[in-house]
């Protein structure tokens, strides 16, 4: 069965510097999602990505952050200058789009900021 | 501002029984809804949905029920199993953003 695959499966950064996280949707999928999760607390949404550009964005979803298609199949997300607070459980979805379909994630990105 | 909530954060079942998951929502755009399985270092799992047009949707040992007018639905597992250890996320999808929103997640053990 097709996967979202997510790399790398931890990342260690220093506060203040940039992270790319990856992400491989499944191939026919059109959608594309960001999800966090901070440790014990809920699935957050940050942003969906559709036809090339941005759909829908959270209030968390600020400056600091930027998604990108940059060919036909890896969907990156990016953090710059990190804070401690961005330390997290960061999830790829993607979705066919047909009408109600569910979103399929990948097994997650821990991001720990130190 | 917390449009789907799910109070029990916590729920222990004995093997063979029936476990019962609740969630309820607040935003009537809602049009789909859904709940996934999350096992640790792992991403969630979808298992079931169902259309706001529908009132239930089953699936071998999982069944969920949408009430409408009590902005309610419940994932029914029958029988229980030890493997149905996990914590369990309803989430909701937004009819104009296609915006899908997670509630907060229970915990449910399974005891052998």
């Known amino acids: 069965e097709p996967e979202v695959t997510q790399t790398p499966s931890h990342q260690v950064t220093q506060m203040g510097q940039e992270v790319i996280l990856h992400c491989v949707p499944i191939?026919?999928?059109?959608?594309f999602y960001w999800y966090r999760q901070i440790l014990g607390q809920k699935v957050e949404f940050l942003v969906s990505?559709?036809?090339?550009?941005?759909?829908?964005k959270s209030e968390i979803f600020d400056d600091q952050f930027s998604v990108e298609r940059p060919d036909g199949s890896n969907f990156t997300l990016k953090i710059r200058s990190t804070k401690l607070e961005d330390s997290a459980m960061y999830f790829c979805a993607s979705s066919p789009g047909q009408h109600n379909s569910p979103l399929h994630f990948g097994n997650g990105t821990r991001l720990t900021v130190t | 501002d917390q449009q789907v909530k799910q109070n029990s954060p916590s729920l222990s079942v004995q093997e063979g029984r029936i476990s019962i998951l609740n969630c309820d929502y607040t935003n009537s755009m809602f049009d789909y809804f859904l709940w996934y399985k999350k096992y640790p270092a792992e991403g969630p799992t979808f298992l079931i949905s169902i259309s706001s047009i529908k009132d239930k949707n089953e699936d071998g040992r999982f069944t969920v029920f949408l009430n409408k007018s009590a902005k309610h639905l419940s994932l029914h597992i029958v029988p229980s199993q030890p493997g149905d250890s996990a914590v369990y996320f309803c989430a909701a999808r937004d009819s104009g953003t296609y915006k899908y929103i997670f509630g907060t997640g229970t915990r449910l053990k399974v005891l052998a």
């Open positions: 990505f559709y036809n090339n550009e941005i759909s829908e």
């Open positions: 191939s026919n999928h059109l959608y």
